[in-house]
């Protein structure tokens, strides 16, 4: 049998299941490998205890006959979703030590589906950045070369599964911070449909384009974690009021007239002129044409399709994001919990200095912008606008979707840089966005898949993008590609 790291999500079930190993052996194994890895930031928070106990009760669960798809097998969550049995902080200075008194849904619906939960994973501040450098607590390495950055914000979920610390985990994906941060670091990430995943208790960053999604190795093991998270909850007005979804099956289901040979016969892939621009590095270039060539392969037909507002995506994002950080951020002004100032000399001291010392440099950045393009007399000019372009933009995705099943292109225009790359230029890591943003501000579901590497062997990702509610489409795609490669089986030498 191989060894506990070396397992992903279906294979270790799998193994809990036939009583092979016992999750407490699982999650034993799994928390020595997070201490020997300290060194890579991916941990805010490991419940060693906890997650024992939990482990204990699987056990007790599957000896009982009573498991489920996912009973044992052990997670962990970006420390954006609060936890009422650990801290969560958001990776902000604003929430050190804080405990929420109840767990987010989905974190809830995992612990309902049986999964064993080791800790709480690094993130940008608040969720706000591409490269898991603006977090409170030092950034993340990516396990691949540890002088480059994992990406952003969901940098230390990618780092738990890259470095194979844990199989599958949570992420959030505002406009990319799933997808790439999974490019960055050669491992599978699916962001759904906005309203798939409940959003009640997930700490706000953006609340019309935050979303929920697993992060694992490979597209079965993101399907057994999207199903148990996903769902209609009543205390989110965002959630979609759909029944629960078998995503494992809708992956696996066969498409009309596809053949052991070619399971993708008959779908059509379409490819954005704008996702192929000049300035697109030669090796992510190669190796997402090396992807699309094995999806050929397996009897999808490429199409050309167009995208032309591709580009406004960035100012239009940095214009609604920002503005829905500056209302949700308002919340942490020191009265009712999170950092308070020590000395102040009246309220409005007290919120000047809290806010001061508890947000860091990219949140204060973030939030200005917002109530600037949110202030009298440029509300019309810049936010009005942005909403306007932000609709033209699902609506060419229709009209493409009218030519196409899939949309795929790259997921970000490099490998990943090194680490403080971006300090002189603090905006600059937006333009790497350029290609995640349009599927975000849409709302549409879109994954990142291993298709190579790039530059110094670090990896590369495929973005798949759907229509609504195709996440099942989705997957089945990257299923097959995955079961044609071996690319997102690599693992970084020394992990």
């Keep these: 049998m191989k060894p506990v790291h070396d397992m992903g999500v279906a294979e270790l079930a799998a193994a809990l299941k036939s009583r092979a190993l016992s999750s407490r052996e699982a999650t034993q194994a799994l928390l020595d490998r997070v201490t020997a890895h300290q060194a890579l930031g991916a941990f805010l928070h490991v419940d060693a205890e906890g997650a024992l106990a939990r482990a204990d009760a699987a056990d007790a669960q599957i000896a009982a006959g009573q498991a489920g798809a996912l009973t044992g097998v052990p997670v962990a969550h970006k420390d954006i979703y609060v936890t009422a049995d650990m801290p969560t902080t958001a990776g902000s200075k604003m929430l050190a030590g804080y405990r929420s008194p109840f767990d987010a849904t989905v974190v809830a619906r995992l612990n309902a589906a049986g999964t064993v939960s080791l800790g709480k994973l690094n993130c940008d501040e608040f969720a706000m950045g591409s490269a898991n450098e603006n977090s409170a607590y030092g950034p993340a390495s990516n396990p691949w070369d540890v002088s480059r950055v994992p990406g952003g914000s969901s940098g230390g979920s990618a780092v738990a599964v890259a470095a194979r610390l844990v199989p599958g985990v949570t992420g959030t994906d505002t406009g990319g911070s799933i997808r790439q941060p999974a490019s960055f670091t050669g491992i599978t990430g699916i962001k759904p449909t906005y309203g798939v995943c409940s959003r009640y208790g997930m700490i706000a960053f953006a609340s019309s384009l935050d979303q929920a999604g697993?992060?694992?190795?490979?597209?079965?093991?993101?399907?057994?974690?999207?199903?148990?998270?996903?769902?209609?909850?009543?205390?989110?007005?965002?959630?979609?009021?759909?029944?629960?979804?078998?995503?494992?099956?809708?992956?696996?289901?066969a498409r009309e007239g596809a053949t052991a040979a070619q399971p993708l016969k008959g779908l059509r892939i379409g490819l954005p002129q704008e996702f192929f621009p000049a300035g697109l590095t030669a090796d992510v270039d190669a190796a997402v044409r090396a992807g699309l060539a094995e999806l050929e392969k397996l009897g999808a037909t490429l199409v050309p399709v167009s995208l032309p507002r591709t580009e406004l995506a960035i100012p239009v994002y940095y214009i609604i994001a920002p503005a829905e950080a500056s209302s949700n951020l308002s919340r942490f002004d020191g009265v009712k919990f999170g950092h308070r100032a020590d000395k102040y000399d009246d309220l409005l001291d007290m919120y000047k200095k809290t806010r001061a010392q508890g947000f860091g440099a990219e949140v204060k950045r973030r939030i200005m912008i917002g109530t600037y393009v949110l202030s009298h007399g440029y509300y019309d000019a810049y936010y009005l606008q942005a909403q306007k372009l932000r609709r033209m933009i699902a609506d060419d995705f229709q009209q493409a979707f009218a030519?196409?099943?899939?949309?795929?292109?790259?997921?970000?225009?490099?490998?990943?840089?090194?680490?403080?790359?971006?300090?002189?230029?603090?905006?600059?890591?937006?333009?790497?966005?350029?290609?995640?943003?349009?599927?975000?501000?849409?709302?549409?579901?879109?994954?990142?898949?291993?298709?190579?590497?790039?530059?110094?062997?670090?990896?590369?990702?495929?973005?798949?993008?759907?229509?609504?509610?195709?996440?099942?489409?989705?997957?089945?795609?990257?299923h097959a590609l995955q079961q044609a490669t071996d690319w997102h089986q690599r693992a970084p030498a020394g992990f």
């Design 214 to 253: 697993p992060m694992a190795r490979s597209a079965e093991d993101c399907a057994l974690l999207l199903s148990a998270m996903s769902g209609f909850d009543e205390r989110d007005a965002t959630s979609v009021n759909q029944p629960p979804q078998d995503f494992h099956a809708q992956m696996l289901a």
């Design 403 to 478: 030519q196409c099943d899939l949309i795929a292109g790259p997921v970000a225009p490099s490998v990943a840089w090194k680490h403080g790359a971006g300090k002189d230029d603090p905006t600059a890591a937006y333009l790497a966005d350029i290609f995640t943003l349009p599927g975000s501000l849409a709302g549409l579901p879109g994954m990142s898949v291993p298709v190579g590497f790039g530059e110094g062997g670090l990896p590369v990702g495929l973005q798949l993008i759907g229509n609504y509610f195709k996440e099942g489409q989705l997957l089945h795609a990257a």
